[in-house]
Each structure stands twice: as structure tokens, then as C-alpha cells.
DNA sequence: GCCAACGTTGGC
DNA sequence: GCCAACGTTGGC
């Protein structure tokens, strides 16, 4: 199993927006590196789901791949935002796969509180600001978690 | 809302 | 294939 981070901006698309979903499409990343990172996703992986361009920046929570990546159809259809032209159907370009709700944290974790950690100064987060959808050791994924709050079912991660 | 950092585009 | 110009992201 892999540990992902996934940014969205709240205004956009927060955790909440998610929660009411159930399930939601990961839709709309225009980024080669991002979309490499979507499309190594499995179901069954784990996200943390951040709220980037929020005062302060933070994890919420956690999400679940419920489905692997697929070819986005946003980058088909010319009256979507993400719409783009060079994305064939028959040879797509963006993919997206599908994110479940999983939960809040009883408290956010800020990225200032996740700076002050010194084992944690290595987390994509902290050092490619820019890159929307990374990758997140299970060491890194276990300490947010616990930053959190979060009670961890008996058996850990794998049982969430 | 500003702007630094970074990614992408396209002319040459 | 270089790099200037431009666009976007996201912290502050």
C-alpha cells in the first residue's frame, strides 16, 4: 500500500465537499509530474487531503483510492475549465482516479507545525511547494496522523 | 492580493 | 535544444 498527499484549494473542493460526495473524482491536474503520481495510485492507497491557499495551509484528513486512474474526461470537453485540446480520447494525456472520504482529523495539522518537525523536513510538501499530488512514506503518513488526533484502528493503517 | 518559484510554450 | 516570455501555484 502507498501514502499519498492530495492539495485541493477549499474554496475549490474541500474535505467536506468530499464527505458530502462520498466518493469524488480527482479531476482537473494539467501537471506531467502530478499526473505520474496519479496514475501510480492503487485502490486501497491512503491520502491525506490538504487545503492549500487556506490560512494556515493544512492537512484535513483522510481519503481512500477507491479507483485507479482512468483518462480524465474534463480534458475532452471544450466547455470545461481543464479542457485541453492536445488530450486525444484515443490517446489521453490527464487521468484521474476515483477518492473516497475516509475522515476528519479531531485537529488539522498545519504546514507551520508540520516545518517545526525535524523528521518530517524531507516531505514533498516542504520542499516542492508546487507539486499538487505527492507521494508520502507510511513513516511521514503515521506521524501526521498522529499530529491529528487521529486514533488509529487496532492493526494500523491497513485497517482504516 | 502580491510575488517567488516553478512549469510550459514557442521562436529561433 | 536553448532560453525568453508567459502562465500557474501556493505561501505569506
Keep these: 500500500m502507498k501514502y499519498w498527499l492530495l492539495k485541493s484549494e477549499p474554496d475549490v473542493y474541500s474535505l467536506d465537499d468530499l464527505k458530502t460526495e462520498g466518493t469524488g473524482h480527482w479531476d482537473g491536474v494539467r501537471n506531467y509530474q502530478a499526473r505520474n503520481n496519479l496514475q501510480a495510485m492503487k485502490k486501497g492507497d491512503l491520502g491525506l487531503f490538504y487545503h492549500s491557499r487556506s490560512n494556515p495551509p493544512h492537512v484535513a484528513g483522510l481519503c481512500k483510492i477507491t479507483k485507479k486512474a482512468y483518462p480524465d474526461p474534463t480534458a475532452f470537453d471544450p466547455k470545461e ?64 496522523c498522529k499530529m491529528g488526533g487521529l486514533e488509529l484502528p487496532p492493526g494500523g493503517l491497513k485497517n482504516l
Design 81 to 144: 475549465k481543464y479542457y485541453d485540446p492536445k488530450s486525444d480520447p484515443d490517446n489521453p494525456r490527464w487521468f484521474c482516479p476515483d477518492v473516497s472520504y475516509l475522515c476528519h482529523f479531531p485537529e488539522i495539522v498545519t504546514l507551520p507545525a508540520i516545518k517545526e518537525v525535524k523528521s518530517l523536513s524531507d516531505m514533498v510538501l516542504v520542499n516542492n511547494t508546487r507539486l499538487s499530488v505527492q507521494p508520502v512514506t507510511a513513516s511521514e503518513f503515521r506521524k501526521i
